[in-house]
């Protein structure tokens, strides 16, 4: 009777293994009541990839923070961190007033605050990472520089973010365009310049700001197949 068991419950388990092994690799995607919809219309593109998606509008950080350790994909449209002109970047800001940085020298922006400088390796499993806000590529002295952070130092395959500040309503176009080129096939590279273009006859008409994207670690990569980061 023992050994009968024994042998139902290794079929059982046997059973269970490709159902996980062909579990699709997660994506989350963040706005806020301003940048509203971009995060629902990344998923819709993300799903048709092939990635296990899901979106949130206003969001806290502590969320997102926790969940990107799981993440193949992430991304943010949102607000990005300003003291003055000399220190600005190095965070992006969910619901109130919660804050992911890169790290910080002792400045505490908004209530609640989460690193990626804390990370360990936690987020080697990235493919792609987007911080659609102002300054999210710019050097901070205070908090440091979060595509920086997620790419040089915690091994995330590609991650863009931008060094000016982005006006919302080219923020959501950018967006729009990037997502439907990547799902129609072009490299990350190519989506975030051809986006750019995209938006310049957009109202308000000009770049004001998508053109200062930036982007760091194997930019002319697919998004398909549906897989994780390698580094």
């Known amino acids: ?45 993300q799903g048709a990839m092939g990635y296990d998606n899901s979106s949130s509008t206003n969001a806290v950080a502590s969320t997102a923070y926790n969940q990107f350790r799981s993440d193949a994909i992430f991304f943010f449209n949102g607000h990005g961190l300003y003291y003055d002109d000399s220190h600005k970047g190095g965070g992006i800001k969910f619901a109130s007033e919660s804050w992911i940085l890169a790290r910080t020298d002792g400045h505490y922006p908004g209530n609640d605050r989460y690193y990626i400088t804390d990370y360990g390796t936690d987020i080697r499993d990235v493919l792609l990472a987007v911080y659609l806000a102002c300054y999210s590529s710019h050097y901070n002295p205070y908090n440091g520089d979060l595509v920086l952070e997620t790419v040089t130092n915690k091994g995330a395959d590609i991650c863009l973010g931008f060094d000016g500040e982005v006006e919302v309503e080219n923020g959501k176009c950018w967006s729009g365009s990037f997502w439907d080129r990547l799902r129609n096939g072009e490299t990350v590279a190519s989506a975030a310049s051809n986006a750019k273009d995209d938006c310049y006859l957009h109202w308000p008409f000009g770049y004001h700001g998508v053109d200062t994207y930036e982007i760091s670690g194997s930019y002319n990569s697919y998004l398909t197949p549906a897989r994780y980061g390698v580094y």
């Open 1 to 45: 009777m023992k050994q009968w068991l024994f042998m139902l419950a290794a079929l059982f388990l046997l059973a269970a293994l490709p159902a996980v092994a062909s579990a699709a690799p997660p994506a989350h995607n963040y706005d806020c009541s301003d940048t509203t919809p971009t995060a629902y219309d990344a998923r819709v593109d």
